[in-house]
C-alpha cells in the first residue's frame, strides 16, 4: 500500500478532525480484503477477557491465557467472578503480569454479571469500564465496540502510526488522538461493525508495513556492507 511521507507532525500537516475514516476504511480493505473475523473468539465475553489479558504482550500469550481458563470452565462471568484469585493465577500466567491481570478480570466478570452494561448510553458506559480494575482507554474502547457495538475509532499505535504516515498531525498519546479525531468519527457513516473491522485492517497494514521496513533494512547499503 503506498503511502505518503513518514512525518509526525510536518509543516503543514493535516488536523485529525478533517480525516475521512470512509475513504480511510475502503483504502485499506482495498488493500488488504475483509477482516470481519480478524479477532478469534468463541463468545462476547471471551472478546472483553482478551482486551485485558492482551495488554502488553503477544497476542500468542493471551491466547494460551484464553484457553487455559477455557480448559478451567472459567470462561463466563458467573465462574470468573467467584473464581479463586490463587487459583486464577496458574491459568492466566502466560499473558504475564499474572496477579494484575486476574484482578482485573474478575472485576470485569463481576461487573458484567452484577450490572446491565447494554443499557447504558455510550458515555456512562464508557465512564463505567474506565472505573474498572485494570482497563484503560483503549481498552474501555475496545470492549465498547466489539461487545456492545458502540462506535468507536482505536486509537492504538498502529492507527497512531498510520496517521503520521499520511502526513496528519498525530499526538503521542491515546486519547488525545482519540479526542481530535472525534470530529471525523462524528462526521462518518461507518457503523459499529465497520468500525471494528477498520480496526482490524488498521493493524493489518501496521503489520505489513512493519515487514516492508524490514525488507527495507535488510537490503540496504549498510546491511550488504555488513554482509561482506
Avoid: C
Avoid at 34 to 60: C, K, Y
Avoid at 173 to 184: D, G, I, K, M, N
Avoid at 201 to 227: N, Y
Wanted: glycine letters at 8%; hydrophobic letters at 45%; charged letters at 25%.
Amino acid at each position: 500500500m503506498a503511502t505518503p511521507r513518514d512525518s509526525r507532525a510536518s509543516a503543514g500537516a493535516r488536523r485529525l478532525a478533517d480525516l475521512d475514516l470512509g475513504v480511510l476504511y475502503e483504502r485499506l480493505l482495498a488493500a488488504h480484503g475483509p477482516q470481519d473475523d480478524w479477532w478469534p473468539a468463541e463468545s462476547a465475553f471471551e472478546r472483553m477477557v482478551s482486551a485485558i489479558l492482551v495488554q502488553n504482550t503477544r497476542w500468542e500469550n493471551a491466547a494460551a491465557a484464553i484457553s487455559n481458563l477455557r480448559e478451567a470452565g472459567l470462561m463466563s462471568p458467573e465462574a470468573l467472578a467467584q473464581a479463586d484469585p490463587e487459583a486464577l493465577a496458574g491459568p492466566v500466567r502466560p499473558a504475564g503480569f499474572m496477579t494484575a491481570k486476574s484482578a482485573a478480570v474478575r472485576g470485569l466478570a463481576a461487573w458484567v454479571r452484577d450490572g446491565e452494561p447494554e443499557a447504558l448510553g455510550d458515555e456512562e458506559l464508557r465512564a463505567q469500564l474506565l472505573a474498572l480494575r485494570g482497563v484503560g482507554p483503549e481498552t474501555a474502547d475496545v470492549i465498547a465496540l466489539y461487545r456492545y457495538e458502540r462506535r468507536a475509532f482505536i486509537a492504538d499505535a498502529y492507527a497512531r502510526r498510520l496517521l503520521a504516515r499520511f502526513d496528519y498531525a498525530v499526538p503521542g498519546s491515546y486519547e488525545a488522538t482519540r479526542r481530535q479525531v472525534l470530529p471525523a468519527l462524528e462526521a462518518s457513516a461507518l457503523g459499529a461493525r465497520e468500525l471494528g473491522e477498520l480496526h482490524g485492517l488498521i493493524v493489518e497494514e501496521g503489520k505489513a508495513d512493519a515487514q516492508r521496513s524490514q525488507a527495507r533494512a535488510r537490503h540496504s547499503p549498510t546491511a550488504a556492507a555488513r554482509a561482506r
